[in-house]
C-alpha cells in the first residue's frame, strides 16, 4: 500500500515533528512536507535532515496559499502550530486536518491557549487529570471534533514545566498512533473517534475518555 502522504505544519521547535518522522518510518503514512508559519521555526531544520521537502508561509491567514502549502497531501497535521487555519481553507479540507493540544479538551482550549499558559491553567484549576488531545480542526481554535485523547495525572508538587513534560512525552506517542489508524482508515471523509486498544488506537465503539474521569 503506497503510504498517505501528510502534510505537517509546525511554528515552533518541532518535537512531535520529530515524532511522526521517527515512528512513520514503514508505516501506512509518510511525511510528504513540512510547512512553516515562520523561517524561524526550528522544527524546519529536522524536516531538513530527514529529507522532507519544507516551506514557509508568507500570508498563513491566506487559505489559498494555507491549501497550496500543503501540497495535496491527503492528511494535514497541526503540530506546535499557532496560527489559525482560515476558514475557507478549512471548508476545503475539511476532515482532513487535524490538530495536537496539550490538556483534555474541551478543557484548556480557546484562543491564546498554548504552551505553559495551557499548563499554569491546568495546575491553578486543581484538576486531578490532565492530557493530550487530537481533535479535527474547525473554524474556532481547538474547538473541532475529538478524535483521541490520552490521560495524564496531576502530581503533588507539579509545575508547569514538569507538566508539559510528561504530557509533551504523552503528545509524542499518541498523535504518530492516531495519524497511522487514520492513514490506515484511508483517511474518512467523516469525524472518526479513535479509542485506546492495548497499545494502538482503534475506531471506538464508545466515547473517548471524558474530562475528569480516570482509565482505572
Ligand atoms: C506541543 O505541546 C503541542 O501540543 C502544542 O505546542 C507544543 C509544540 O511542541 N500545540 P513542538 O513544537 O512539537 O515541540
Redesign the pocket.
Known amino acids: 500500500m503506497t503510504p498517505v502522504p501528510v502534510a505537517v505544519l509546525?511554528?515552533?521547535?518541532?518535537?512531535?515533528?520529530q515524532a511522526l518522522l521517527d515512528a512513520l518510518r514503514d508505516s501506512a503514512a509518510r511525511v510528504a512536507r513540512v510547512v512553516a508559519s515562520g523561517a524561524d521555526a526550528g522544527?524546519l531544520e529536522r524536516a531538513r535532515r530527514a529529507g522532507v521537502p519544507t516551506a514557509v508561509l508568507a500570508h498563513p491567514d491566506d487559505p489559498d496559499e494555507v491549501v497550496t502549502a500543503s501540497g495535496g497531501a491527503r492528511l494535514v497535521v497541526?503540530?506546535?502550530?499557532?496560527k489559525r487555519i482560515p476558514p475557507a481553507a478549512v471548508a476545503r479540507l475539511r476532515w482532513r486536518v487535524i490538530?495536537?493540544?496539550?490538556a483534555l479538551l474541551p478543557a484548556f482550549g480557546g484562543p491564546g491557549m498554548?504552551?505553559s499558559r495551557v499548563h499554569q491553567a491546568v495546575l491553578a484549576s486543581g484538576v486531578a487529570l490532565t492530557g493530550?488531545t487530537v481533535h479535527y480542526v474547525d473554524e474556532e481554535y481547538d474547538r473541532g471534533p475529538i478524535i483521541a485523547q490520552w490521560p495524564v495525572p496531576v502530581r503533588p508538587g507539579d509545575t508547569p514545566e514538569t507538566l508539559?513534560a510528561r504530557?509533551?512525552a504523552v503528545?509524542h506517542r499518541l498523535l504518530p498512533q492516531v495519524v497511522m489508524e487514520l492513514a490506515r482508515l484511508g483517511v474518512p471523509e467523516k469525524p472518526v473517534r479513535l479509542a485506546a486498544s492495548g497499545s494502538a488506537f482503534v475506531v471506538a465503539d464508545q466515547p473517548s475518555v471524558r474530562v475528569g474521569e480516570s482509565r482505572g
Open positions: 509546525v511554528s515552533g521547535g518541532g518535537t512531535n515533528l522544527a497541526l503540530a506546535g502550530y499557532l490538530n495536537i493540544h496539550p498554548y504552551g493530550a508539559a504530557v509533551l503528545e
